[in-house]
């Protein structure tokens, strides 16, 4: 008995719903300058998977420090 394909769709929605969540109450919880946060946001909304992995290498680093 090996994996199915309903076993394999639903790992592949959890590793990509996963990192969307933490993503997106990430960047609610944290104050950017400007309009930083409403594209992010956007970003992590329309383009989940590309757009969590972008705000975690890039994104984090343009909060502002309190």
């Known amino acids: 008995m090996g994996i199915g394909i309903i076993e394999l769709f639903m790992m592949l929605f959890l590793f990509g719903f996963i990192p969307f969540i933490i993503a997106?109450?990430?960047?609610?919880?944290?104050?950017?300058?400007?309009?930083?946060?409403l594209i992010w946001l956007?970003?992590?909304?329309?383009?989940?998977?590309?757009?969590?992995?972008?705000?975690?290498?890039?994104?984090?680093?343009?909060?502002?420090k309190t």
């Open 24 to 37: 997106f109450v990430d960047i609610l919880r944290s104050e950017f300058e400007g309009n930083n946060k």
């Open 42 to 64: 956007l970003a992590v909304i329309f383009v989940p998977l590309i757009g969590s992995i972008a705000y975690f290498i890039i994104g984090r680093k343009q909060k502002v």
